[in-house]
């Protein structure tokens, strides 16, 4: 096998789906210690303890070099090279954290066991669908009293659609945890705390729940809990089917408690297995296999001036095909320019670092200034545009005021680049002067608010306005476009791309002009032009 398939075979990349709070910065810092990036996971809890303070901009700024290294972190496990993804969740929510997962193979998503299936969730596994994206789940605080395992999952599959194939089982909960069962490998793995759970150093029996050993060392009654437990479920659920978790209709499901590092090297080991490598990608004109030569990839996220000092951006790019090599020759699609990239970033180990070498399911960092936005593709000349690359539709709007009325050619400016980042979005309303900009996460607005000011020189403020929710619609029937424009001038708006767009003040006046015009088309996701 050539160097370029055998690598892009082992490249497993995914992203973390979860609620705040159920663990998924755990998770992560102990999956990056079974790869070896110890000093990754150290800045992923930097990270954290910053998210606490994230309600000042300045502090977030701070703390931008750290969130940059761990927007993708790479290590290597058991023959795989793993690229994990970060999906930004608290305060840092926005627009970025759902188009994050149109760039990644697969996604593992993360419960609490106490919660459930919760809102955050049920918004990204909404995403996910958009391609099917394969999902495993790993049911987390399993040593915390939780809601019965059987429960859990009964709410994944009426939730979220989506049939569960128990992979491992737990035997007690809480202070009654006594283990994991693996259904597959027919072994128990004894929950022992304060032991960090590799293969080598947990404590497993072989040979099912009926063990002799296994009924001495942890009792008969936890044990026909667990057994009378399974019957239920296997009665009633169907066996891991790879192809069913491919298609995105199985999710494999483990338990475990991530901050005791219980059950995760389990999880890491079937994912390593069953996870897909690079898939094929589609664009306007042609579908791309990873397997061919020719370099492509697109840009999903860009971050703004990461070090104060360069006001740079990285452009985060995700490899479809071939191999980028430092100091190559790309072409940028939507302006035609040649480029020649000497410093992409990569992510491995603890820092960022010149990459002389990346495949398919790999993310580099480019460097610009402003020329590359989102959705954009580089080939080596090949004229492609890769598609599902979509703007979501913002959840929360405000209105832009301006103190100084004279600043408002500047303000516009600002708004229009800052939109370009993917971060939020702007609109200009058919109707009035107003300028209103939308995006996912409540912070986006105080970090337009301080970039304005700092980068901009404009004082700007926002405030509520009444728009619940955005639409892009479309027409083919040019007359009734016309005759919709005009009955709803007041709802519409033009976006930063110059698309119509419907800004509903309720949902349920969104619901009745769906009703009322069955032949336009309302779009929560706008492709890239
Ligand atoms: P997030 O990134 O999904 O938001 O979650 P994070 O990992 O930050 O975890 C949220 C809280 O849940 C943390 O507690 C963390 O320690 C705890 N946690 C994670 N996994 C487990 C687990 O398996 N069992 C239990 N009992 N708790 C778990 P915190 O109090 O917010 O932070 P910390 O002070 O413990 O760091």
Redesign the pocket.
């Known amino acids: 096998m050539s160097s370029h398939l055998s690598e892009t075979k082992r490249r497993r990349s995914f992203a973390i789906v979860?609620h705040?709070?159920?663990?998924?910065?755990?998770?992560t810092e102990k999956l990056l210690l079974f790869g070896g990036a110890i000093q990754m996971a150290g800045s992923v809890k930097s990270r954290?303890a910053a998210r606490h303070a994230t309600s000042d901009w300045m502090a977030l700024e701070k703390e931008r070099g750290i969130s940059v290294t761990s927007s993708v972190m790479q290590f290597p496990y058991n023959g795989a090279i793993v690229n994990l993804l970060d999906t930004p969740?608290?305060a840092d929510f926005s627009e970025d954290t759902y188009r994050v997962l149109t760039a990644v193979d697969s996604a593992l998503m993360?419960i609490d066991c106490a919660k459930g299936v919760e809102e955050r969730t049920i918004k990204l596994m909404e995403v996910c669908r958009l391609r099917d994206t394969p999902i495993m789940t790993f049911i987390?605080?399993?040593?915390?009293e939780g809601r019965s395992p059987i429960e859990l999952l009964d709410e994944v599959e009426s939730v979220l659609g989506i049939a569960c194939a128990p992979v491992t089982w737990p035997i007690g909960m809480g202070s009654r945890l006594k283990g994991v069962y693996h259904l597959l490998l027919d072994e128990v793995h004894i929950f022992e705390p304060g032991k960090n759970f590799t293969r080598q150093d947990s404590t497993i029996f072989k040979g099912g729940l009926d063990n002799p050993e296994l009924i001495a060392r942890i009792g008969e009654a936890a044990l026909q809990e667990a057994r009378d437990e399974l019957e239920l479920v296997l009665g009633a659920s169907n066996p891991f089917d790879a192809d069913a978790y491919l298609a995105g209709k199985q999710t494999p499901v483990f338990f475990g408690?991530?901050?005791?590092n219980f059950g995760v090297e389990l999880l890491l080991e079937f994912f390593v297995e069953h996870a897909p490598s690079p898939r094929s990608r589609d664009t306007l004109t042609r579908e791309v296999l990873p397997e061919e030569e020719k370099l492509s990839g697109f840009v999903f996220k860009i971050q703004a001036n990461m070090d104060p000092a360069h006001r740079d951006r990285v452009a985060f790019m995700r490899i479809c095909s071939g191999t980028y090599t430092a100091g190559m020759k790309m072409q940028q699609t939507r302006t035609g320019k040649e480029v020649r990239i000497a410093n992409a970033l990569t992510f491995m180990a603890s820092d960022r670092e010149i990459v002389e070498r990346a495949y398919p399911g790999d993310v580099i960092g480019l460097h610009n200034h402003g020329t590359i936005t989102i959705g954009d593709t580089f080939t080596e000349g090949e004229g492609l545009s890769f598609t599902g690359i979509p703007n979501f539709a913002p959840e929360l709007f405000r209105r832009a005021r301006l103190r100084d009325p004279m600043k408002m050619k500047a303000l516009h400016k600002g708004l229009a680049q800052l939109s370009e980042e993917g971060a939020t979005q702007f609109f200009r309303p058919l109707m009035s002067n107003d300028l209103i900009l939308g995006a996912v996460g409540v912070l986006q607005f105080d970090v337009v608010a301080y970039r304005l000011k700092d980068e901009y020189n404009v004082d700007a403020s926002f405030e509520q306005v009444g728009v619940a929710t955005a639409r892009w619609v479309h027409c083919s029937d040019e007359k009734k476009l016309e005759e919709f424009k005009e009955k709803n001038a007041a709802n519409l708006a033009i976006d930063a791309a110059g698309e119509l767009v419907y800004l509903a003040p309720t949902r349920v006046n969104l619901q009745l002009a769906v009703e009322r015009w069955p032949q336009v088309r309302f779009s929560a996701t706008r492709e890239h032009a």
């Open positions: 979860s705040p709070d159920a663990g998924k910065t755990t998770l954290k969740g608290h993360v987390n605080k399993l040593d915390r408690s991530a901050v005791n």
